[in-house]
Every structure is written in C-alpha cells, then in structure tokens.
C-alpha cells in the first residue's frame, strides 16, 4: 500500500506540474495586451515614442538643469552627426524627487525659495531666480542656465516628452503650504495649476522611467 501511495502522490505532483507548464506555454502565446488603467492618465505620449533613437532622461534632482543639457545634446549630436532631425529622434524627460520643481510654473518659484535651496540665478537678472528659470529664457540671458533651444518650454515645443511624478508633485505642494501657511489642497492646486504646459503627470517617476524603458529608450540619470 505504501508504494501504491507513493505511487499515486507522485503521478498527482507530474500532472499538476504539466498543467502548470501547459498554462505557462499558453500565457506566453497569448497575444499581448495593454492593462487596463484603474485611473484616467494621460498615456498619449506612449504614441509619439517612434524615433529610430530614443532616450529617456531620469532627473531625480534639479542639478542645475543637466537633464535639459542631456535632451538637447542628444538631439544636436544626431543632428551632427548623422543629419537627423527632431522629429526622427524621441526624448522623454522625466522629473521626479526634487526635480519636480522644474515641472512647474513661476507661481511655485516666486517666493524665492527652491532657488534659494539650489542656488540658481534669474536669467536674466543674475539675482535669486524668484520664476522657474528653465522656462521663457531669452536669447542671450547672460545668467541662463541652459541654451534658449535647449529650455524646458522649448525643448517641449520640438517635440521632447516631458512626465512629472505625481508623488512628488504632491510632496512639493506640501512644502509649499508650509511656507506659506496655506491649506494643503490649496497648495496642491496651486501646484498642479502651475504645471508648464505640455508636461503630463504620471503615477510615479519610477512607473514612467520604467514604461520609457519598456517602450525602447536607453536612460540615463542626470547628475551634474
């Protein structure tokens, strides 16, 4: 009886191991499907990530604008190089952690402080940038911090993909209640108002890096 047993125990084990292989092989064959979204994000920007080159650019901090120095020299290099233009090229920028404060408009900058914390001049004035400084830079400032070609707004004109991390968004307008003594929600909105033009929110800068990755960009982390 006992070898009947081990018999028996050992025939249900194979069986249960062929109908695990056997629903492997089919999920494998399945053709793939996008997942459902549980929330309305805007994932349009997965539709424009067609270039022959691609590249994805994770800035965790604002490291005086590098990741803007990055997208640029990527497209001026191919441009260079092999006589490509934007439009053959694919760039996401994806700001998250600190770097989010880059994502918004001169309302989140004008008291001065991100500035102050990263010591980053106005353009133009060369005082405490009290305006988002990567944005609407003149020809020619003599404090800019990146090329005009090469600012957030315009790099957003020609076409780079720009994401914003949502936690850190949120995080940012935390901050921003607490130095100016406002409602949460208020500075929530304040920060999600702000927002250039352009630049879609993401659930987090890790999912977006990650689905760039996925969608055939290299990534590179922008430090200075």
């Not at 249960?16 to 997942?35: D, S």
């Not at 990055?70 to 439009?87: H, I, M």
């Not at 770097?99 to 980053?120: R, Y």
């Not at 305006?131 to 400032?141: D, E, K, L, T």
Request: hydrophobic fraction near 45%; aromatic fraction near 6%.
């Amino acid at each position: 009886m006992t070898q009947r047993r081990d018999f028996l125990k050992q025939a249900s084990l194979l069986a249960a191991g062929t109908v695990a292989v056997g629903q492997a092989l089919e999920a494998q064959a399945a053709p793939a499907q996008a997942p459902a979204q549980a929330r309305a994000y805007d994932m349009s920007w997965t539709t424009r990530v067609t270039g022959k080159y691609r590249m994805a650019y994770d800035s965790p901090e604002i490291a005086g604008g590098v990741v803007f120095h990055q997208a640029r020299s990527f497209l001026s290099g191919y441009a260079t190089v092999y006589g490509l233009t934007d439009a053959d090229l694919s760039a996401v920028i994806i700001l998250r952690h600190k770097g989010v404060a880059m994502a918004c408009g001169d309302a989140v900058w004008e008291d001065g402080k991100i500035a102050e914390e990263n010591e980053l001049k106005d353009p133009v004035t060369g005082e405490t940038a009290k305006r988002n400084p990567f944005i609407n830079v003149p020809a020619n400032a003599p404090h800019a911090l990146t090329w005009a070609d090469g600012a957030l707004d315009t790099l957003i004109k020609r076409g780079v993909i720009v994401l914003a991390c949502e936690l850190a968004l949120g995080g940012l307008a935390g901050q921003v209640a607490a130095r100016r003594s406002l409602p949460r929600q208020d500075a929530r909105k304040l920060v999600f108002d702000s927002l250039v033009p352009g630049i879609l929110p993401m659930p987090s800068g890790i999912f977006a890096t990650s689905h760039a990755q996925q969608l055939g960009c290299g990534v590179m982390v922008a430090f200075e």
